[in-house]
């Protein structure tokens, strides 16, 4: 009989259940970008979920291309010197969450890699989904 595997990513934990979300009430999104020059930024590094107990979860991928799932306040933004510099934000209306504000989540999927770990997240809201995905690294946000 083989060992049970862990839905855990080796080198960040699972972080905090994903059904703990389950019955919290979004009430903002933070996002964060890495800013270069005067390219537009491709997608956020991450997201804050903000709760109406004013706690926030983050999410956000890892090095070996897990989603990272982990209870945080959103971070400051910083100047990189010549690597550009890290914008955090409220996401407003450019969040597939932004439709689902003033909504609590009413379920949780999660899909996991047996060597990476945790690689998506679906929350359901009662009028509609959001998957947010880890895909070839980066923070991918689909409203489904």
């Given at each position: 009989?083989?060992?049970?595997?862990?839905?855990?990513?080796?080198?960040?934990?699972g972080g905090p259940s994903a059904q703990s979300l389950v019955g919290r009430r979004l009430t903002g999104v933070v996002g964060?970008?890495?800013?270069?020059?005067?390219?537009?930024?491709?997608?956020?590094?991450g997201v804050?979920?903000?709760?109406?107990?004013?706690?926030?979860?983050?999410?956000t991928t890892g090095s070996d291309w897990?989603?990272?799932v982990e209870v945080s306040e959103p971070h400051v933004g910083h100047d990189m010197g010549d690597s550009g510099l890290i914008a955090v934000e409220a996401?407003?209306?450019?969040?597939?969450?932004?439709?689902?504000?003033?909504?609590?989540?009413?379920?949780?999927?999660e899909k996991h890699e047996p060597n990476t770990?945790?690689?998506?997240?679906?929350?359901?809201?009662?009028?509609?989904?959001?998957?947010?995905?880890s895909w070839g690294g980066d923070l991918?946000?689909?409203a489904v």
């Open positions: 009989m083989e060992p049970e595997k862990s839905n855990e990513c080796p080198l960040h934990d964060s970008w890495h800013l270069y020059g005067g390219e537009d930024p491709v997608g956020p590094l804050w979920l903000v709760d109406d107990q004013k706690a926030a979860v983050h999410i897990c989603l990272i996401m407003g209306d450019s969040s597939p969450f932004a439709a689902h504000i003033g909504e609590s989540v009413v379920a949780v999927r770990g945790r690689m998506a997240l679906e929350l359901s809201f009662p009028t509609g989904r959001v998957c947010c995905e991918r946000l689909t």
